[in-house]
């Protein structure tokens, strides 16, 4: 078929299509200028449209929320808990548990070991933050002049070559040795009463020697019995700082200048002297003789003495009868004593308690009797008994009471109760000491 037959379209129309089409193309600029109208007109109507939304955004108005009580980041992370707080939250409570867990495990095993050991009947020590931690110095606990004159006389080699050649030689009792029997005793009897009982006297070895040298103490305290496990040996350096650290409620030890260190720390201490004479002590009954001024009391009586003498402070007293007396450094462990005590009282057995104190004063009880005793009942003490001796010597009290202990802040009346074969413990605090 001819190719003119196929368009249905006459020349006519098919002239003026070819003439748009070649006017289109060839007039460019009258294409881009009607193009450049409709995107100038589109952009218009859009700005339009946004600027009328803006105005109606501005013009509607929204609910607002009421204001909330303030809460910390805190209280608003636990109302709105993540994963990684449970996670920090379990960490913690697990370290907690573990700790605890450790600390149960420590005494579990220390519990096994004393009940595994063969023919032992050694009691479990009690826990540190429990206990009634009594500190004692080596030259307390055991005589050991011969090595210490050693030691004056040829220097800390030789005091340690002595005491290792001499490691097996047990060494003799000293002043705080009968001191350290009555308190395990106590301990015996309050585990009868109580089985699981902790708040008991534990004893430490508190001594500046070398570590060497507990070969020897050790050795020592082991032939005797003594159930003493915690040491602290310091190579040389002063032990006082670690009184503290130990919970220490009372140190007791033959060298002065410590006891004067550790009364400035704030712990009640005392040096031990021993006896003029061997004298037979009571081992099922600790007995604790306090004086009254500047050991259970302030220095307060002490001062008005010094200055006006005694009939004025007699006189002072008489009119602040019923003003209670300050504390003095050993008041606190008169409280540990006292509420041994009340556990035993607890049980019925007051007239069998192993543990009898006594107040021993040069104080008159006409004049300043009453106020004494007002003063300790104030502060919930009960003292089994009280001698006022308005001045009088000390000594043969003391020798019929026979304590293991015996608290005074003046010497005269710790050397007169030495002649009497009584172990005295020497307070240096208040006014007589300068």
Same mark, same amino acid.
């Given at each position: 078929?001819?190719?003119?037959?196929?368009?249905?379209?006459?020349?006519?129309?098919?002239?003026?299509?070819?003439?748009?089409?070649?006017?289109?193309?060839?007039?460019p600029d009258t294409w881009s200028h009607s193009t450049g109208r409709e995107m100038?007109?589109?952009?218009?109507?859009?700005?339009?449209?946004?600027?009328?939304?803006?105005?109606?955004?501005?013009?509607?108005?929204?609910?607002?929320?009421?204001?909330?009580?303030?809460?910390?980041?805190?209280?608003?992370?636990?109302?709105?808990?993540?994963?990684?707080?449970?996670?920090?939250?379990?960490?913690?409570?697990?370290?907690?548990?573990?700790?605890?867990?450790?600390?149960?495990?420590?005494?579990?095993?220390?519990?096994?070991?004393?009940?595994?050991?063969?023919?032992?009947?050694?009691?479990?020590?009690?826990?540190?933050?429990?206990?009634?931690?009594?500190?004692?110095?080596?030259?307390?606990?055991?005589?050991?002049?011969?090595?210490?004159?050693?030691?004056?006389?040829?220097?800390?080699?030789?005091?340690?070559?002595?005491?290792?050649?001499?490691?097996?030689?047990v060494l003799t009792p000293g002043p705080a040795f009968r001191f350290v029997k009555?308190?395990?005793?106590?301990?015996?009897?309050?585990?009868?009463?109580?089985?699981?009982?902790?708040?008991?006297?534990?004893?430490?070895?508190?001594?500046?020697?070398?570590?060497?040298?507990?070969?020897?103490?050790?050795?020592?305290?082991?032939?005797?019995?003594?159930?003493?496990?915690?040491?602290?040996?310091?190579?040389?350096?002063?032990?006082?700082?670690?009184?503290?650290?130990?919970?220490?409620?009372?140190?007791?030890?033959?060298?002065?200048?410590?006891?004067?260190?550790?009364?400035?720390?704030?712990?009640?201490?005392?040096?031990?002297?021993?006896?003029?004479?061997?004298?037979?002590?009571?081992? !099922?009954?600790? +007995?604790?003789?306090?004086?009254? $001024?500047?050991? #259970? %009391?302030?220095?307060?009586?002490?001062? /008005?003495?010094?200055?006006?003498?005694?009939?004025?402070?007699?006189?002072?007293?008489?009119?602040?009868?019923?003003?209670?007396?300050?504390?003095?450094?050993?008041?606190?462990?008169?409280?540990?004593?006292?509420?041994?005590?009340?556990?035993?009282?607890?049980?019925?057995?007051?007239?069998?308690?192993?543990?009898?104190?006594?107040?021993?004063?040069?104080?008159?009880?006409?004049?300043?009797?009453?106020?004494?005793?007002? !003063?300790?009942? +104030?502060?919930?003490?009960?003292? $089994?008994?009280? #001698? %006022?001796?308005?001045?009088?010597?000390? /000594?043969?009290?003391?020798?019929?009471i026979r304590p293991h202990l015996f608290f005074d802040d003046h010497m005269f009346?710790?050397?007169?109760?030495?002649?009497?074969?009584?172990?005295?413990?020497?307070?240096?605090?208040?006014?007589?000491?300068?």
């Open positions: 078929m001819p190719l003119d037959s196929r368009s249905s379209m006459s020349p006519e129309a098919q002239l003026q299509t070819t003439s748009r089409r070649t006017t289109k193309t060839e007039n100038r007109e589109s952009r218009d109507k859009r700005e339009s449209r946004d600027s009328r939304d803006s105005r109606d955004t501005h013009q509607r108005e929204y609910s607002r929320t009421p204001p909330s009580e303030w809460k910390s980041y805190t209280q608003r992370r636990m109302l709105y808990p993540s994963q990684m707080d449970h996670d920090c939250v379990s960490d913690l409570a697990r370290k907690r548990e573990e700790e605890e867990d450790e600390d149960e495990a420590y005494w579990a095993s220390v519990r096994t070991l004393y009940e595994k050991t063969p023919n032992c009947s050694r009691p479990r020590p009690p826990k540190p933050k429990h206990a009634i931690t009594v500190a004692v110095s080596s030259g307390a606990l055991f005589n050991m002049m011969d090595s210490r004159k050693i030691y004056d006389e040829e220097g800390l080699e030789k005091y340690m070559e002595y005491q290792l050649m001499n490691e097996n030689v009555a308190l395990q005793h106590v301990n015996c009897r309050l585990r009868e009463l109580y089985p699981d009982e902790q708040d008991l006297f534990d004893i430490v070895l508190m001594t500046n020697n070398h570590a060497q040298v507990g070969v020897r103490l050790i050795n020592s305290v082991n032939h005797y019995g003594l159930l003493i496990d915690r040491f602290c040996l310091t190579g040389g350096k002063s032990p006082i700082g670690y009184l503290k650290a130990y919970l220490t409620n009372l140190y007791v030890s033959a060298d002065s200048e410590k006891v004067l260190e550790a009364i400035q720390e704030g712990i009640a201490s005392a040096t031990m002297y021993d006896s003029a004479k061997d004298v037979a002590y009571c081992d !099922t009954q600790l +007995r604790v003789v306090f004086d009254g $001024d500047a050991v #259970l %009391f302030c220095e307060e009586p002490e001062h /008005g003495t010094k200055d006006h003498g005694p009939d004025k402070c007699f006189q002072h007293e008489a009119i602040a009868d019923n003003k209670p007396l300050g504390q003095g450094p050993l008041k606190g462990f008169m409280e540990d004593l006292g509420r041994l005590q009340k556990k035993f009282y607890a049980k019925d057995e007051r007239l069998c308690c192993p543990i009898r104190t006594y107040l021993v004063t040069a104080r008159s009880a006409a004049s300043s009797g009453a106020r004494v005793l007002k !003063t300790l009942r +104030r502060w919930g003490l009960e003292i $089994d008994e009280a #001698l %006022f001796l308005a001045g009088a010597p000390k /000594g043969p009290i003391l020798a019929k009346h710790i050397e007169g109760a030495q002649k009497y074969g009584t172990t005295t413990t020497h307070v240096p605090y208040g006014i007589s000491q300068k």
